[in-house]
């Protein structure tokens, strides 16, 4: 594909934009494309792009008679330049070119910005903003028409907008909430990206208010929909984000010049891109929790937690015919998670058998008065050492670092399994993998944990996806899976990879790239009992 050559802008040209911005975006946004040669939004641009975006950007009050501040040509015409609207409120699922869109939009404004100009690309973090700074500066460095320190200067975190004599006549700032140095500014124009992810109001209102004196002042947010609902009260559990509070000012319509638009709402259609690859989304709408899917790829907003695990999955890793057992001989591993006071104490042990079986379980209940009795518990971990005789104890260090000590001393193997964020990603991840997969099996009386299980809860923290910390069973079972698949990417044995998009196999646990549709087919006992509840669906 050639290299898009926009078409050189002289003065008229420059005239006829001022009057048509969109005629400006089709001829002169040189787009980034990874795979091709840079093209022209002309060539890519989606109709509801169109519709639901610039449209309403460029609208303007149509009686330039009336208008506060027109723009008056030589030839005595007039052109309004006060929008119809200040604030828009755009909500996107994901990958539909957000990021791109607010530097374009922001390029936009820096070409026509009048002297004085002051803009804001904004973000939560000051990564996510510099990716808006570098979609303008590529805007402008893709486009043989602006020339680096002759029509634009882009210096520390500032782009500036230079005039005749290369003098500064208006300025783009990227600013982010984590780094935020300044509470006194006045901006024209401002533009949040990923505005869901703000951890509080202070950035917003940093620069809401400080809008108050511009009577022709630009606000955008384009963003995923977040985690919020309707369900709580304000003040009880917590207050609203501020991006749910903003999305509910723009959708209540409270000021006629606030825009709203939520694909999916309004308009109740959610168009698919032409970039989108149907596959990969189906792919990750049979992996991903079902709340966290709809949010970033239905554009739902959600609580922030949801269930975990599907229902059917866990039915199906139910053996009626498997029982406790109390010894044996193998590599078994045995997982504890140590609760305090009130809490619950948990041990599990498994071993890995043609998928991964639940051979026991212990609890120890707290109260409110007196903690669990950690002698009492390493008892019982001594006790399994010996019934079965190749145990490996994982455990929390920060929890039972004494109790370690003394099992190291009795000849018993423990590994540590900090409690750390990374760790906690990684055993929901495993066990999320081996329920889809159908690699667990349960004995029917390990009536809590499978209820445990029935109701363990999943968010999105920081840049992955966990397990609520509440489950203890869940928690314990996931530790559980994650030593007994730490080997399986060097041993392979009977478990099947899950495959990423290029077909490579990945390791257990790691959610991206999910796809289960090319997992290698299993041979199951399609077989039900009287009530018409599926036993557990056996290897070859």
């Not at 052109?79 to 609207?85: D, G, R």
């Not at 828009?88 to 004085?116: C, H, M, N």
């Amino acid at each position: 594909m050639a290299r898009a050559k926009p078409i050189r802008i002289t003065k008229e040209l420059y005239g006829k934009y001022l009057l048509d911005r969109m005629k400006f975006r089709l001829e002169q946004w040189v787009m980034p494309e990874p795979d091709y040669d840079d093209c022209l939004l002309q060539d890519t641009i989606e109709e509801w792009q169109a519709k639901y975006i610039f449209e309403p950007y460029d609208a303007r009050h149509h009686k330039p008679d009336r208008c506060p501040d027109p723009i008056v040509y030589p030839s005595g015409e007039k052109f309004c330049s006060h929008p119809v609207y200040n604030l828009f409120y755009i909500q996107l699922p994901k990958k539909y070119a957000k990021t791109t869109v607010t530097g374009g939009i922001s390029f936009d404004e820096l070409v026509f910005a009048r002297p004085g100009f002051e803009g804001y690309v904004l973000a939560g973090k000051k990564d996510q903003a510099g990716l808006i700074y570098n979609q303008v500066e590529g805007f402008f460095q893709r486009n043989y028409n602006f020339k680096a320190e002759v029509d634009y200067l882009c210096h520390k975190d500032k782009i500036y907008r230079l005039g005749v004599n290369k003098r500064r006549i208006a300025s783009l700032e990227k600013m982010s909430r984590d780094a935020m140095t300044t509470s006194g500014v006045g901006p024209d124009y401002f533009i949040f990206d990923e505005f869901w992810n703000q951890p509080d109001r202070k950035l917003w209102d940093v620069v809401y208010t400080g809008t108050a004196a511009k009577r022709m002042w630009r606000g955008v947010i384009l963003t995923n929909a977040g985690e919020d609902d309707d369900d709580h009260k304000v003040g009880e559990d917590h207050d609203h984000t501020i991006c749910y509070e903003v999305r509910e000012m723009c959708r209540k319509k409270e000021f006629d010049n606030y825009y709203y638009c939520e694909l999916g709402v309004e308009p109740k259609d959610i168009p698919v891109p032409k970039w989108i690859d149907k596959k990969q989304r189906e792919n990750k709408k049979r992996s991903l929790p079902r709340h966290i899917y709809l949010r970033w790829y239905k554009n739902k907003w959600a609580g922030k937690y949801g269930v975990a695990f599907k229902k059917k999955k866990i039915d199906i890793a139910i053996n009626p015919e498997l029982k406790q057992k109390f010894g044996g001989q193998g590599n078994y591993v045995l997982a504890i998670d140590v609760g305090t006071k009130r809490a619950t104490t948990v041990a599990i042990i498994a071993h890995r058998e043609r998928g991964i079986k639940v051979d026991s379980m212990k609890y120890w209940q707290g109260t409110q008065e007196e903690a669990v009795d950690i002698a009492e518990v390493g008892e019982w971990i001594e006790t399994q050492a010996d019934n079965f005789r190749i145990l490996t104890v994982v455990a929390d260090p920060w929890q039972m670092a004494f109790l370690i000590q003394i099992l190291r001393k009795k000849g018993i193997e423990v590994k540590e399994f900090p409690g750390s964020e990374s760790n906690a990603r990684r055993l929901s991840g495993i066990l999320r993998d081996v329920i889809e997969a159908e690699y667990l099996e349960i004995y029917s009386e390990a009536v809590e944990l499978i209820e445990d299980l029935r109701k363990t809860e999943g968010y999105v923290k920081g840049e992955g996806w966990r397990i609520s910390r509440k489950f203890d069973f869940s928690i314990t079972l996931g530790m559980v899976c994650a030593e007994l698949m730490a080997s399986v990417d060097e041993e392979g044995g009977s478990f099947d990879y899950p495959l990423t998009h290029t077909g490579e196999k990945r390791k257990f646990g790691d959610l991206e790239n999910l796809d289960f549709s090319d997992w290698k087919k299993k041979t199951k006992i399609e077989t039900e009992d009287e009530t018409g509840t599926p036993y557990w669906r056996s290897f070859e």
